[in-house]
């Protein structure tokens, strides 16, 4: 868990200071204070990635030297990340040279935010990146899979662009696709096993219906690629596309044996969007035996106050919770919330609440 954080020009803070107990912290405050800013820092020091931006320029306050630092105490080591045009990282002093190597033995987070309703909404793409977070975290060789199979998929893809295809070649790329994307295909498989009955519970218990979640692992090239890549060879080379495989995959959702794109209620796929980022909480936590901290950006504007507080019942008591919210009105103080700080967030500045 994350025991002390810092920043120095981070988005609209020139400097931030805070201490957090194991429970973790609440941060109340109006609109654009700077709320999401905080859970924001703390994923960039954890995952050195932002889920709000790839552009690490923007998280530099504006006003400032062009630069950014982030610091803090987590998971019993003292992390540092600075960045000025590129990024300088250490561990408990220790400098590390690549970004890999500081993620190495970095901590596990879970982000909750109201984005995620893209996942109930949005393209398949956001749905694989969902399945792309989990597995490279808790499968072996899946990240390195993945990057082999992007690589030959974007080889064959130029290839099959060429005014004169060299069909050798693209048939020694579709090897690897084949042999990789077969590796990713069982993976995913399992990991929908993994996040199944999880998830189902999840929305059941924050709904506090009935509602039955179906998850459906929907392999773009089935369980044969290479039996799909042959059947759509013609169509692959006369549209000069590729059309089966992995980055075609997608994970259908449904609410009471409906797609839930289309026929769920807002309410619903908000549920559903939480109980998948639930399910993904508990499946790092029974692979890695740990538990995740829990970044919760604001995500309960939208729900009526019985969802709301069940899924602060629904969280891990154990973990560590960082929560934005603009009031707390709702909040059922009988819920076991643990020990958790406190803090209102106006304008750039934090004080406790
Ligand atoms: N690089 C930057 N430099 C200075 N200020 C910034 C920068 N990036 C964003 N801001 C501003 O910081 C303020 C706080 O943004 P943040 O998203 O953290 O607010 P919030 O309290 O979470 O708001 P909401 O409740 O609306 O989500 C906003 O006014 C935003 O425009």
Same mark, same amino acid.
């Given at each position: 868990?994350?025991?002390?954080?810092r920043a120095?020009?981070?988005r609209c803070?020139s400097?931030?200071a805070?201490e957090?107990?194991e429970?973790?912290a609440?941060?109340t405050?109006d609109?654009?204070?700077?709320?999401?800013?905080?859970l924001e820092?703390?994923?960039v020091?954890v995952?050195?990635h932002?889920?709000r931006?790839r552009?690490?320029?923007?998280?530099?306050r504006?006003?400032g030297?062009?630069?950014?630092?982030?610091?803090?105490?987590?998971?019993?080591q003292?992390?540092?990340?600075r960045w000025?045009?590129?990024?300088?990282?250490?561990v408990d002093?220790?400098?590390r040279?690549?970004g890999?190597g500081y993620?190495?033995?970095?901590?596990l987070?879970v982000?909750m935010?109201?984005?995620?309703?893209?996942?109930?909404r949005?393209?398949?793409e956001?749905r694989?990146?969902?399945l792309d977070f989990?597995g490279?975290?808790?499968?072996p060789?899946?990240?390195t899979?993945l990057?082999?199979?992007r690589?030959?998929l974007?080889?064959?893809?130029?290839?099959?662009?060429d005014?004169?295809?060299r069909e #050798?070649?693209?048939? @020694?790329y579709?090897e690897v696709?084949?042999? $990789?994307g077969?590796l990713?295909?069982?993976a *995913? +498989?399992?990991l929908v096993d993994l996040?199944s009955p999880?998830?189902?519970?999840s929305?059941?218990e924050?709904s506090?219906?009935d509602e039955?979640?179906?998850?459906?692992y929907?392999?773009?090239?089935?369980h044969?690629l290479?039996l799909?890549?042959e059947?759509?060879?013609?169509?692959?080379r006369?549209?000069?596309?590729?059309f089966?495989?992995?980055?075609r995959? #997608?994970l259908?959702l @449904?609410i009471n044996?409906?797609?839930a794109? $289309?026929?769920a209620?807002?309410g619903?796929? *908000? +549920?559903?969007?939480l109980?998948?980022?639930l399910a993904q909480?508990?499946a790092?936590?029974?692979?890695?035996?740990?538990?995740?901290?829990y970044l919760?950006d604001?995500v309960?504007?939208?729900?009526d106050?019985?969802?709301r507080?069940a899924?602060?019942?629904?969280l891990p008591?154990a973990a560590?919770?960082?929560?934005?919210t603009?009031?707390l009105?709702?909040? #059922?103080e009988?819920a076991a919330?643990?020990e958790?700080a406190?803090?209102?967030v106006k304008a750039?500045?934090?004080?406790?609440?």
């Open positions: 868990m994350i025991r002390t954080l120095v020009d981070f803070f400097s931030l805070l957090i107990p429970g973790g609440l941060f405050g609109n654009a204070q700077g709320k999401t800013s905080i820092a703390v994923c020091l995952r050195l932002s889920p931006t552009k690490l320029p923007a998280m530099c504006m006003g030297a062009g630069g950014f630092g982030i610091a803090g105490e987590a998971w019993e003292e992390r540092r990340v000025q045009r590129a990024f300088d990282l250490t002093g220790e400098s040279e690549s890999g993620l190495a033995d970095g901590g987070i982000w935010g109201n984005e995620d309703l893209e996942l109930v949005g393209s398949a956001t694989r990146h969902y989990i490279s975290q808790v499968e060789g899946y990240r899979a990057a082999r199979y690589r030959a974007k080889a064959k893809n130029l290839l099959l662009k005014p004169r295809p #050798d070649e693209i048939r @020694s579709e696709m084949i042999s $990789e077969t990713l295909v069982e *995913r +498989t399992r996040i999880r998830a189902a519970i929305q059941r924050v506090g219906k039955v979640l179906g998850l459906e929907r392999p773009a090239g089935g044969d290479r799909a890549l059947q759509a060879r013609e169509r692959e006369r549209q000069r596309q590729s089966v495989g992995p980055h995959d #997608d259908l @449904s044996g409906l797609p794109g $289309e026929f209620s807002e619903q796929q *908000r +549920t559903l969007a109980a998948l980022k909480g508990e790092l936590a029974a692979v890695r035996g740990n538990l995740p901290v919760i604001d309960f504007g939208e729900l106050p019985g969802r507080n899924v602060m019942r629904v008591a560590q919770k960082w929560i934005t603009t009031h009105g709702w909040l #059922d009988s919330l643990g958790m406190r803090f209102a750039g500045h934090i004080a406790t609440a």
